[in-house]
């Protein structure tokens, strides 16, 4: 799935500095499991310096960005099933 260029320059900022973080970005975009990844970026324990303030920046809004497209494909889902039990199709 292409990344929406809203975000695509926050990736890019990532990339720069942390290219395998970046590129799992790149790779797991329209998943559940980035969210997860995301999440354990934030609450990274082991790093207690943390991530550059434009960097963590970038993640968030990011993180924001893929939850809003994973709650509309949560959506769509769950309206199809509506639609295929009223119409009696399980």
């Given at each position: 799935?292409?990344?929406?260029?809203?975000?695509?320059?926050?990736?890019?900022?990532?990339?720069e500095?942390y290219?395998?973080?970046g590129?799992r970005i790149v790779?797991l975009?329209?998943?559940?499991?980035?969210?997860n990844?995301?999440?354990s970026?934030i609450d990274?324990k082991?790093?207690?310096e943390?991530?550059?303030?434009?960097?963590?920046?970038a993640?968030?809004?990011i993180q924001?960005?893929?939850g809003k497209?994973?709650?509309?494909?949560?959506?769509?889902?769950?309206?199809k099933?509506?639609?295929?039990?009223?119409?009696?199709?399980?």
């Open positions: 799935m292409k990344l929406p260029a809203k975000i695509s320059h926050n990736v890019k900022t990532i990339i500095l290219p395998r973080i590129n790779l975009w329209g998943t559940p499991e980035l969210q990844y995301l999440n970026l990274d082991e790093k207690p943390g991530f550059p303030q434009h960097i963590a920046t993640i968030l809004l924001e960005e893929h497209l994973i709650l509309e494909s949560h959506d769509k889902s769950a309206n099933r509506i639609v295929r039990n009223q119409a009696g199709i399980l």
